[in-house]
């Protein structure tokens, strides 16, 4: 289990936005929570706080979907049994102490991708499909929001996997579709990443190279083109709107926009953090 996201976020009218300045849960910390105890009606009348108050210090539960509760015996947690054991959680009955008595659950990674940490997106408006549907998700939201619980979902916008269609369209070569969403180079360039690490990446298809801050396997998105910011405002729009949920964990925030210098948002003003800060801005209450 990882911390309390509601402080140092930024307040938005349906939401807040947590900056995870450094940190990549995507991959790690698995919560293993599991429980028989089978879901309680709520009987009492004492009223659960309302979800917009999880940003006052609510303490928000972590929970990587797939390691949670199976609903259907295929041996993945999905959101069904999330969904079952939401009293568990909270029951929101303020008289009841049975319960864990977090006021938000954070998401890990959620939307359709390519491997088990689903951190490598192959598409940002479909819930992985081990997990159940987007109507499963919005169930989920529901039941959540009735017992007083908000909802953050995981939003990893610096990479896509190598999967994903927009990757698959622009590795065609120059004048291919989205070939500017992704930073690409005819010979290796010897720029290496933050931690020494290789960053170009050799293509599968032509002579030519492209960046990954991370791995081969998750190019990173262009954020220098203007589709590319479009297009992320948009998938932020879809899961606070269409899939109703109270805010994000974002990754990888210092390495959105791919420029040389410092990193960190408090140090100086980067480009990544005023990139942030225009995304959010739509979204703020005040
Ligand atoms: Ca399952
Ligand atoms: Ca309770
Ligand atoms: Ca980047």
Redesign the pocket.
Same mark, same amino acid.
Do not use: E, H, R
């Given at each position: 289990m990882r911390g309390v996201l509601a402080t140092g976020g930024v307040v938005a009218a349906l939401t807040a936005v947590s900056f995870a300045c450094g940190s990549f849960a995507c991959g790690g910390g698995r919560s293993a929570l599991r429980s028989s105890r089978s879901s309680a009606p709520i009987t009492s009348t004492a009223a659960a706080p309302p979800v917009r108050d999880w940003r006052r210090g609510a303490t928000c539960y972590e929970i990587f979907v797939r390691s949670f509760f199976d609903s259907d015996g295929d041996g993945i947690g999905d959101l069904r049994g999330l969904t079952q054991k939401l009293d568990y959680i909270? &029951?929101g009955?303020?008289s009841?102490?049975r &319960?864990l008595?977090a006021r938000c659950i954070w998401l890990m990674p959620v939307n359709e991708a390519s491997s088990y940490h689903d951190c490598d997106a192959t598409d940002y408006y479909r819930v992985e499909q081990d997990y159940g549907t987007n109507d499963d998700f919005k169930r989920l939201v529901a039941e959540a929001h009735r017992r007083g619980i908000a909802v953050l979902v995981d939003m990893v916008l610096n990479h896509v996997s190598s999967e994903h269609p927009w990757f698959r369209e622009a590795l065609g070569g120059p004048g291919a579709a989205r070939r500017s969403w992704f930073r690409w180079a005819t010979s290796r360039p010897a720029e290496r990443g933050p931690w020494g690490q290789e960053v170009w990446h050799k293509s599968p298809s032509r002579d030519e190279y492209y960046y990954g801050v991370f791995w081969h396997g998750m190019p990173d998105l262009d954020y220098h083109t203007p589709a590319v910011r479009v297009e992320a405002k948009k998938i932020a729009a879809f899961w606070l709107t269409e899939m109703s949920v109270d805010g994000f964990r974002l990754d990888a925030v210092p390495y959105l926009v791919d420029e040389p210098g410092p990193l960190i948002c408090d140090a100086i003003e980067t480009a990544s953090c005023s990139w942030w800060r225009t995304w959010a801005r739509p979204r703020r209450r005040r």
């Open positions: 909270n &029951d009955d303020a009841t102490n &319960d008595g």
